[in-house]
C-alpha cells in the first residue's frame, strides 16, 4: 500500500548522518546540562536549581525546615522538569555529612547513612539552606550573575552562583556523562583558601609551591590516604589516583587478646558491605586469625571490632584486610568539568586559576551595581539639599500646579531637576523640610561621595580589587574553616631511602683503574708522625689508590672524569667493603664513557646557586661555575671543557668572595681572588690561572683560608705547613712565588691542602699503604724550606695522595 505524502514534506536524508546528529546533540545535552559541574560553582544543573529554589522559598538558616516534597516541587515545577527522586536524591546528598565535606542543605530526619540505608520519602523530610550554602548564593541580587529563562520561559534562573566558596574543590564532583566522566575528591576549605590567596600574592605560583598549601584530598569520612604519587599525579595532570585506608587502632585486652579497630573508613565506602565482606573473608579462609566482629558504631562514632586470637600477630590481619577488603580503596580522580560549556580536564593551578577569574567577575559586576546605586542616590540627595534651599518657591509651584506631571514639568523648568530628582521631590514627606533633616541628608550625602570614590578605586585598580577578593576569602575561611580530617602518610613508593640509611662519616677510596670503595671512618687510628701506617685496600701490582676522601653517607659525591664530564652518586650508593678489599669497579655504578678515568672528585650536601664549583687543570687553567647548573640527575654532564694534552687537578666549592690558590710540581704557588674568574657555563674552557715553566704542572688548588695553614707533600714522603698568610694575593696568570725548595732528597711535590691545626689527614702511597696524622704534629715552616719527614716510605714506594679527614665535632 503507497501513501502519498504532500509534496516538500519530505525531506531525504542519510541514516547514519541523522544517527550521529542526534547522538552527539543527546551527549552534548547529557555533558552541559546533567552530568558535569561548572568549574565557577562547583555545581550540575540540578544543584544549582535546588539551592536556588530553596533560596526564593527563603529557607534560610535561621529559619524553620520545610518539607523536602515543597522543595521537591518548587525546583522541578519551576527550573527542572525531570523526575521528582532525582532531584531529592541531588537535595539529599547535599545534606549528608558522610558525603560532602562541607554540607550545603542542613537536612532533617533521616536522611540515609554510611550503612547504605536509603533517605526517608520527600513527605517525611525537611530541609533548609546550611550557612555555608549562602555563601554560595550571597550577592546574587546584585547583578553578579547572568540569568536565563526556564523551561518554559516564564521564568529566570541563574546560569551560575556568584559561589563565594570554592565549592568544586572543597566537595568534589562525581558524574557520568556520555564518553566521559569526572570524579573530583574533596579539599580542606583552609588549604584551597591558602592557595587561593598564594595565588593571589604571587600570581606566578608553580603546582609544587601550591601543593605546599594543600597538601592533598580531605575526605569526609577522614581516613588515610597512603602515599604522595597519586596526589602529585592528579595535582599535575588532572588525572592520578589516591590509595585510601582505614584509620585503626590496635588495641591490647586484660586477658592479652589483641583486636583491630576501626574507626575511620575510605571515602564512599559502605559500612555494613564492608562488615559483610570481613565475615566473608574469614569464613573462606582469605583471612586467619579472626575470632570475632562487632560493629559498635553508634551516634558519638563509628567503631567497628575485629578480635583476634592470641597466637595471631596483628599486622599480618590487617595488611590481609587492606588487601583484600575495601578498608582500603581507590579514588580514582578525574579533574573534568565544564569551562565556558566546553568539558575539559584540569590541573590544580588551572582549577584555582578559573575560579578567581569567576570571583573577579562577581566583585566587579557587584562593585559596578553598588557604585551605580550610589550614584542614584548621591544624584537624588543633590535634588533634596537643592530643594531645600528653594523650598518656599517649590511649595509655590507645586501648590498652582494642576496634576503631578504639570508640577514635575514645572520643577525641572524652573530649577534644572532631573526627571528623577523630579519625581522624588514630589514623593518627599512634610517632615524632611526640618533642619535635622537637613543635616542629616548632608552626611548622607557625605557617605555617599566617600562610598562612590572607593567603589571607583575598586574598578580602576586590579590590586585592590584583587584584594577585595582576597579579603572576603579570609573572611570565610576565619567564618568556616575547620581542621583536615584525612590523613597523609608516605607510601611504600615515597619513603625516601636516605631515612632507613644512618648518616655517618665514611671513607671513600678509588683506584687509579676504576675499583671504589666506602668504609667508616672509624676503621682508622689515628698515628704520629714517622709511624708506618695501615692497609688502606688491596691492590694490584698495576694498580694503587689514586682518589680518597672522606664524606657523610647522605652527601652528593660528584665524579669528574680526564674529559671534563661530571657523573653523581649519593655516598650510600657506594659498595661497603672491608678495608683489604679491593672495591667494585665504578663502570658498574656509573655510566662512563670508553677512553673516560675519574680525574677529580667532590662530596657536596646541595646544588644550590649561591655557590660555585671552581675547577683547575694541570695546564693552569681554571674555570668557575654556579653550582647549581649541575643540579641534574642525569649523568655524563659537560662540567668543563678540558684539551686534549691537559687534565684536572683540582676543583672546589667557593660562595663567590674567596681567595684560591694554586701550587705547582716544581714548588711555585699563586693566590688570587676569586672575583678575578668570571663566572662561565658549565662547557666553558677557562682561563688562565698561573703561567708555567716549562716541565712544570700544577699539582693542587684549593681556597686560601687565611687562618689556616697551606699542607704540601712530596713523592718521598716529605712535607710542611706554611701559614696562608705568607702567600701575598696576587692578580691571576702571573708565574706565583716558592713554596717550597725541591731537592733529590725530598722530590717533587704530588698534592696541597688548606688545613687547620686541630685537622687530620691521610696520606696513601702508591703500594696502597694509608697513615693518618694529626696536623698538629707537622712542622709549621717558611715558605722556601724543604719540609720534614711525613712517612717512612719502602723502597720502590712513593707517596700519591693526601685527604683531609673531616673530624665529628668539625662544620664541614
Not at 38 to 65: A, T
Request: with cysteine.
Amino acid at each position: 500500500m503507497s501513501v502519498d505524502f504532500p509534496i516538500g514534506k519530505v525531506i531525504p536524508t542519510v541514516l547514519e548522518e541523522e544517527m550521529r546528529s542526534s547522538y552527539l546533540n543527546y551527549a552534548m545535552s547529557v555533558i552541559v546540562d546533567r552530568a558535569l559541574p561548572d568549574v565557577r560553582d562547583g555545581l550540575k544543573p540540578v544543584q544549582r536549581r535546588i539551592l536556588y529554589s530553596m533560596f526564593e522559598l527563603g529557607l534560610r538558616p535561621d529559619r524553620p525546615h520545610k518539607k523536602s516534597a515543597r522543595v521537591t516541587g518548587e525546583c522541578m515545577g519551576k527550573y527542572h522538569p525531570h523526575g521528582d527522586s532525582a532531584i531529592y536524591d541531588a537535595m539529599v546528598r547535599m545534606g549528608q555529612d558522610f558525603s560532602y565535606r562541607y554540607m550545603l542543605v542542613d537536612g532533617h530526619g533521616n536522611f540515609g547513612s554510611i550503612d547504605g540505608d536509603p533517605p526517608a520519602a520527600m513527605r517525611y523530610t525537611e530541609a533548609r539552606l546550611s550557612r555555608l550554602a549562602l555563601e554560595m548564593l550571597r550577592d546574587i541580587d546584585k547583578d553578579t550573575v547572568d540569568f536565563y529563562p526556564n523551561f518554559d520561559e516564564s521564568l529566570e534562573q541563574p546560569r551560575v552562583l556568584p559561589g563565594r566558596i570554592p565549592n568544586l574543590l572543597i566537595n568534589g564532583a562525581t558524574g557520568i556523562a556520555v564518553g566521559m566522566s569526572t570524579n573530583i575528591p574533596p579539599h580542606n576549605l583552609n588549604e584551597v583558601i591558602d592557595a587561593l590567596v598564594l595565588m593571589i600574592d604571587k600570581p606566578d605560583v608553580t603546582i609544587k609551591e601550591i601543593m605546599k598549601v594543600i597538601k592533598g584530598p580531605d575526605f569526609p569520612t577522614g581516613a588515610v590516604i597512603v602515599g604522595r604519587d597519586g596526589i602529585e599525579e592528579a595535582y599535575n595532570t588532572g588525572r592520578g589516583r589516591v590509595v585510601m585506608r582505614a584509620r585503626v587502632n590496635i588495641e591490647t585486652e586484660r586477658n592479652n587478646r589483641q583486636r583491630i579497630v576501626v574507626t575511620e573508613i575510605p571515602y564512599m565506602v559502605n559500612k555494613a558491605q564492608l562488615v559483610e565482606r570481613i565475615a566473608m573473608l574469614h569464613n573462606e579462609k582469605k583471612v586467619e586469625g579472626i575470632a570475632a566482629l562487632r560493629d559498635e558504631s553508634d551516634r558519638h562514632g563509628m567503631r567497628i571490632v575485629i578480635e583476634l586470637r592470641r597466637d595471631v600477630n596483628p599486622h599480618v590481619t590487617l595488611n590481609q584486610l587492606y588487601k583484600h577488603s575495601p578498608m582500603q580503596a581507590t579514588f580514582g580522580v578525574i579533574m573534568l568539568c565544564l569551562v565556558d560549556n566546553e568539558p575539559k580536564i584540569l590541573n590544580i593551578r588551572q582549577m584555582l586559576g578559573y575560579y578567581l577569574d569567576h570571583q573577579r567577575d562577581v566583585v566587579t559586576r557587584r562593585t559596578q551595581f553598588e557604585l551605580n546605586k550610589a550614584q542614584d542616590d548621591a544624584h537624588l540627595v543633590e535634588g533634596y539639599l537643592l530643594a531645600l534651599d528653594h523650598i518656599d518657591e517649590i511649595i509655590s509651584i507645586i501648590r498652582s500646579s494642576a496634576n503631578d506631571q504639570d508640577a514635575k514639568e514645572k520643577l525641572i523648568a524652573r530649577f534644572g531637576f532631573t526627571e528623577r530628582q523630579a519625581v522624588g521631590i514630589l514623593d518627599m514627606q512634610l517632615r524632611r523640610l526640618t533642619g535635622l533633616e537637613r543635616d542629616k541628608l548632608e552626611i548622607r550625602y557625605a557617605e555617599l561621595k566617600k562610598t562612590i570614590a572607593e567603589l571607583q578605586e575598586i574598578l580602576n585598580n586590579e590590586s585592590r580589587l584583587m584584594g577585595v577578593i582576597r579579603e572576603e576569602l579570609l573572611a570565610v575561611r576565619e567564618k568556616f574553616g575547620d581542621e583536615r580530617r584525612t590523613e597523609i602518610v608516605a607510601g611504600e613508593d615515597d619513603i625516601d631511602i636516605e631515612d632507613l640509611i644512618a648518616e655517618e662519616d665514611v671513607v671513600i677510596t678509588l683506584t687509579h683503574t676504576g675499583y671504589i670503595k666506602r668504609l667508616p671512618l672509624s676503621s682508622w687510628r689515628s698515628q704520629k708522625r714517622g709511624g708506618r701506617g695501615i692497609i688502606a685496600m688491596s691492590t694490584k701490582e698495576e694498580d694503587f689508590v689514586e682518589h680518597l676522601f672522606v664524606s657523610s653517607t647522605h652527601t652528593n659525591v660528584l665524579f669528574i672524569t680526564n674529559r671534563g664530564l661530571m657523573y653523581r652518586l649519593r655516598a650510600y650508593e657506594i659498595p661497603d667493603a672491608g678495608r683489604n678489599a679491593r672495591g667494585t669497579a665504578i663502570v658498574n655504578l656509573l655510566e662512563i664513557g670508553k677512553g673516560e678515568r675519574i680525574q677529580a672528585t667532590l662530596h657536596v650536601d646541595e646544588l644550590d646557586d649561591k655557590h660555585y664549583l671552581v675547577t683547575a687543570t694541570r695546564n693552569g687553567t681554571i674555570k668557575k661555575t654556579l653550582l647549581s647548573e649541575y643540579d641534574s640527575k642525569r649523568n655524563g654532564l659537560i662540567a668543563v671543557t678540558i684539551d686534549d694534552d691537559d687534565e684536572l687537578v683540582g676543583v672546589a666549592v667557593t660562595n663567590g668572595n674567596c681567595d684560591l690558590i694554586m701550587v705547582t710540581r716544581l714548588g711555585q704557588a699563586i693566590r688570587f681572588h676569586e672575583s678575578e674568574v668570571r663566572a662561565m657555563g658549565r662547557s666553558a674552557r677557562g682561563v688562565k690561572g698561573i703561567t708555567l715553566e716549562r716541565n712544570d704542572a700544577v699539582v693542587g688548588f684549593d681556597i686560601a683560608d687565611t687562618d689556616k695553614d697551606l699542607l704540601v707533600a712530596t713523592t718521598s714522603g716529605y712535607g710542611k705547613r706554611t701559614p696562608i698568610g705568607e702567600y701575598r694575593v696576587t692578580s691571576r696568570a702571573g708565574k706565583g712565588i716558592r713554596t717550597l725548595n725541591i731537592t733529590p732528597k725530598n722530590g717533587y711535590i704530588v698534592g696541597i691542602k688548606v688545613v687547620s691545626a686541630d685537622d687530620e689527614v691521610m696520606f696513601i702511597t702508591r703500594e696502597g699503604i694509608l697513615i693518618r696524622m694529626e696536623i698538629a704534629g707537622i712542622s709549621v715552616m717558611g715558605r722556601a724550606t724543604q719540609g720534614v719527614r711525613l712517612m717512612k716510605l719502602e723502597e720502590d714506594d712513593e707517596l700519591i695522595a693526601l685527604a683531609h679527614v673531616v673530624t665529628n665535632e668539625e662544620d664541614e
